[in-house]
Nanobody, 126 residues
């Protein structure tokens, strides 16, 4: 199983940027689908972005498309979420998730992911 640790959260003003990191341990990081989810105050956990194994094909929620970029560095066993043009509604705890690939999985469904980090707080002030 993969163990995931998020970092990079913090307080930023609206319009600013943050870069989140997800450090993974385990033998098969490069073969895992990696994803970011978030849970804001009074909200359900929602999908943010995902990146597939091997092909590095990416998916984004409509709410972050064009502002956020997910990437991975397999040599460092790390996935990233670059967040630009941040808005107050982006305030949430951001979680990294991972799972072995499955062609039938729903990429945006948090129930598909077995491995989770502890989360990192992102607060965007207006």
């Amino acid at each position: 199983q993969a163990q995931l640790v998020e970092s990079g959260g913090g307080l930023v003003q609206a319009g600013g940027s943050l870069r989140l990191s997800c450090a993974a341990s385990g033998r098969t990081f490069s073969s895992y689908t990696m994803a970011w989810f978030r849970q804001g105050p009074g909200k359900e956990r929602e999908f943010v972005a995902a990146i597939l194994w091997s092909t590095s094909y990416t998916y984004y929620a409509d709410s972050v498309k064009g502002r956020f970029t997910i990437s991975r560095d397999n040599a460092k066993n790390t996935a990233y979420l670059q967040m630009n043009s941040l808005k107050p509604e982006d305030t949430a705890v951001y979680y990294c998730a991972a799972r072995s690939p499955n062609s039938r999985m729903v990429i945006s469904a948090h129930t598909e992911y077995a491995n989770w980090g502890q989360g990192t707080q992102v607060t965007v002030s207006g």
